[in-house]
């Protein structure tokens, strides 16, 4: 049986500044340092984890730091991961946008919207997902922790739901974990989400 949990990397500078990180390398806040800690605390009293795979970005890997620690094991990294790459728009704050007028500021049309400036669509990130969960269906994994972003969990879900093109509009919180016991590929899986540390103030 193969048991996956995303986790959406703790609060980056970029989300305190309200910036789109896109891939540039932001870390994390003090803030989101002491929160991953305390998750990965939390988090490993309740689960047994085998394997540790993180985003190749800073903020997703020092979020996997503490796991690391209360585990015992080495996270790997894995470049299909990465959070969307926004093109001219990365680095830019929410503000900042208004004055886009090519940005697309609905979320339920970025399935083909390919952000000018060598950007992503979410077609082309599902895309690059995709041979991600060909390995995890490939053989049994046990269970596996995964650290990555936002949108990328946004495909994700999707891909675990089988509802591509459509997606959610929501997004994951910070420091939350979606829980899924994988099945058959294509499969409409369940998904639940786990709140830990700072991210429990989302469900009070």
């Known amino acids: 049986m193969t048991t996956l949990y995303f986790m959406r990397h703790a609060q980056s500078e970029a989300n305190l500044a309200d910036i789109l990180a896109s891939q ?7 803030t989101g340092k002491d929160d991953a800690k305390q998750i990965a605390q939390e988090f490993c009293q309740d689960h047994k984890i085998d394997k540790v795979i993180t ?10 730091h503490p796991f ?7 996270a790997s990294s894995d470049e299909r991961l990465v959070e969307q790459d926004l093109g001219k728009y990365a680095g830019k704050t929410y503000a900042d946008l208004d004055d886009e007028p090519d940005y ?8 083909k919207w390919v952000p000018d400036g060598g950007g992503e669509s979410y077609e082309m990130i599902a895309s690059r997902l995709q041979p991600f969960f060909d390995d995890m269906f ?26 591509l093109p459509e997606y959610p509009r929501e997004i994951a919180h910070n420091g939350e974990i979606w829980q899924v016991t994988l099945d058959k590929k294509g499969s409409a899986h369940e998904v639940v989400s786990l709140f830990y540390g700072d991210s429990k103030s989302a469900i009070s």
């Open 138 to 163: 490939s053989t049994e994994q046990g269970n596996v922790l995964i650290i990555t972003h936002a949108v990328t969990m946004r495909m994700i879900k999707a891909i675990l739901t089988n509802i």
């Open 55 to 64: 985003s190749s970005l800073l903020r997703a890997q020092q979020t996997g």
């Open 24 to 30: 540039i390398n932001f870390p994390l806040t003090q």
């Open 68 to 74: 690391e620690s209360e585990l015992g094991l080495i």
């Open 104 to 111: 697309c500021h609905d979320r339920a049309l970025r399935w």
